[in-house]
């Protein structure tokens, strides 16, 4: 059975960087796309960009675009997400959801992440 | 960027009860890109529904989508303890990928 394991949570201070992890257990990432989905505490979710491993093309969502870094490693099944120039209102709940894209239609989420907690505080 | 707007915010109901929940884009999309997720607290969501009406795999048949153009509701026809959660509608046919803001079915 396919899971999509993310790194632990972390607290980091306004300004710096964090990099989260989420690793594809049970599975290759052939004609999979990686997205990155947040959740601030109580809110709803925002899609922040994605990843397709295979080929390195990343889309990125116009609000996050230079501050966020995506990433992976096929021989390791792994995709990272970083985020740079942390502040206070990055505090959220990071979720990574994979979806097909191996076809000419887009996919919808169809496997996701626990969920890596990252409090950004003084 | 389409907006999607769910309503209503809360739903209060009874086990039992039949549960629509409504999500509203701000422009007509493809019915073939809406998905409906639930999300139970503390865990990350889980697809019910994609193509505005097809079941994921696994979803029981207590769980519907419907709609077209720029109206599609989910509908729960019997609500067990366990549906009890925030619902999210995404469309996820034009980038970037938008959710709407969840409504949250609770026990009344």
């Known amino acids: 059975q396919v899971h999509l394991v993310q790194s632990g949570p972390e607290v980091k201070k306004p300004a710096s960087s964090v990099k989260v992890s989420c690793q594809a257990s049970?599975?290759?990432?052939?004609?999979?796309?990686i997205n990155w989905v947040r959740q601030a505490p109580g809110q709803g979710l925002e899609w922040m960009g994605g990843i397709i491993p295979m080929s390195g093309t990343t889309n990125y969502a116009q609000k996050f675009q230079g501050r966020v870094t995506f990433s992976a490693d096929e021989s390791t099944t792994t995709a990272y997400m970083e985020v740079s120039s942390l502040r206070p209102e990055d505090t959220a709940v990071y979720f990574c959801a994979r979806d097909f894209a191996g076809g000419s239609s887009p996919y919808y989420f169809d496997l996701w992440g626990q969920g890596t907690l990252i409090t950004v505080s003084s | 960027e389409i907006v999607l707007t769910q309503s209503p915010g809360t739903l209060s109901l009874s086990p039992g009860e039949r549960a629509t929940l409504s999500c509203r884009a701000s422009?007509?999309?493809?019915?073939?890109?809406i998905a409906w997720y639930q999300q139970k607290s503390g865990q990350a969501p889980r697809v019910l529904i994609y193509?505005?009406?097809r079941r994921a795999t696994g979803i029981p048949d207590r769980f519907s989508g419907s709609g077209s153009g720029a109206d599609f509701t989910l509908t729960i026809s019997g609500l067990e303890p366990e549906d009890f959660a925030v619902y999210f509608c995404?469309?996820?046919?034009?980038?970037?990928?938008?959710f709407g803001q969840g409504t949250r079915v609770e026990v009344k």
């Open positions: 193509g505005a009406s």
């Open positions: 995404q469309q996820y046919g034009s980038s970037p990928r938008t």
């Open positions: 049970g599975d290759t990432f052939n004609n999979y796309a």
């Open positions: 422009q007509t999309i493809s019915s073939t890109y």
